[in-house]
């Protein structure tokens, strides 16, 4: 029951994280479609960029501590990649580049919502088997 209810508390942070990048692309799509000014979009980016890079990292942490490694494994890179960007001072979006930035930050989000939408089905994948598993041992 216990490793259900891990799973099923890394699909709702798996979840949340998603909704954090969809955010970021709602914001983009705003700007490029003028419906929002570059210094709006950019200060809602940057709000959340922090703590989707904090959730990432607790999520790499649950895997970690909890002793699944595969998921650790898999999502090590994107928290790599957070992490780099970071510490290179690249991960909020300035205002005066952002049009310049544009399609790229928009690509840089695409992939992350890809990675993140593959983590969630393998992560929910495996809260369905974990469930059928407890199912079993029930009887």
Known sequence: MGDLLVWLLFFFILIGLIGLVVFQ?????????DY??????????????LPEFIIQ???CFLCLVTGHWIMF???APYLYYNVRLYTNRKH????????????WEKKQ???KLGYLI??????????IWNALEDDDHDF
Request: net charge negative; with cysteine.
């Open 25 to 33: 692309l709602m914001c983009f799509a705003d700007l490029e479609f």
């Open 36 to 49: 929002i000014n570059p210094y709006d979009s950019a200060s809602r980016i940057n709000k959340v960029v």
């Open 57 to 59: 990292g607790i999520f």
């Open 73 to 75: 494994l898999l999502s």
């Open 92 to 103: 909020l979006v300035d205002v005066t580049e952002i049009f310049n930035l544009l399609s």
């Open 109 to 111: 989000r695409l992939f």
């Open 118 to 127: 593959l983590l969630l089905f393998i992560s929910l994948f495996l809260l």
